[in-house]
């Protein structure tokens, strides 16, 4: 046996300090499988992320399409509602309602017949008043409709105008009365009379035949513009 020979103890240290065990640490570990560990640990965060994320897209989907299907089962109780609704005015029971909301075209079709030879007397007198220029003024316009059986209506007149007002001269009366020869609706003028007044201006009355061309109705097409 070999004898061993064992270090002097230093007198300095006490027994407690020279048992105790010193902790030592040390990262044995090579770079490759410390850089893996954190790679796997990478991915699976990355994959945790995808995850979630799907997860909210697909429940973003989902009430996506129940919204829609809500308003396609809206659209479609409503259109069936209009459809039932115009199936209901086809029936007998809402057929009056129906023709009068649509304006009532037989009606208006009798009045048309009826008062396609009426007159219009706010159009009649309008339209003389139009033909008045600054230099004249239409104080009274009178008048009324000749009896069918009449000479005048015979001749194609249906009526008589008298027109009375005031002019600067007789010059600006017999202007008004060729304006008036050129209507459609009126024929023959003839100034009456003419009578001189103060401030230089003359008072006249005029006589005009209201012509078959000027009747027409409130429910018919042709009926003329002019003085409205």
């Avoid at 090579?30 to 994320?53: K, N, Y």
Wanted: charged letters at 25%.
């Amino acid at each position: 046996m070999t004898p061993t020979a064992l270090m002097p103890l230093d007198p300095t240290v006490s027994p407690q300090q020279a048992a105790r065990v010193l902790t030592i640490r040390a990262d044995l570990l090579p770079p490759e499988i410390r850089d893996g560990r954190r790679a796997r640990r990478t991915r699976s965060l990355i994959i945790v992320l995808v995850l979630v994320t799907l997860a909210g897209l697909g429940t973003w989907y989902w009430q996506a399409g129940l919204a829609k299907q809500a308003a396609d089962d809206e659209y479609n109780d409503v259109f069936q509602s209009l459809a039932r609704a115009r199936t209901a005015q086809k029936t007998d029971a809402l057929r009056d309602l129906v023709e009068y909301q649509d304006g009532g075209k037989a009606l208006n079709a009798e009045l048309t017949s009826v008062l396609a030879n009426d007159l219009s007397w706010t159009n009649m007198l309008n339209l003389l008043r139009d033909q008045a220029e600054d230099d004249v003024d239409i104080s009274e316009i009178s008048g009324g409709l000749v009896e069918e059986s009449n000479e005048e209506a015979a001749a194609g007149a249906v009526g008589n105008l008298t027109i009375t007002g005031t002019a600067q001269d007789k010059r600006r009366v017999a202007e008004y009365v060729n304006r008036l020869g050129k209507l459609r609706h009126v024929e023959n003028p003839f100034v009456t009379s003419v009578t001189k007044q103060e401030k230089s201006k003359v008072s006249f009355t005029v006589s005009v035949a209201i012509t078959k061309k000027a009747l027409c109705g409130r429910f018919t097409s042709d009926c003329p513009s002019e003085g409205k």
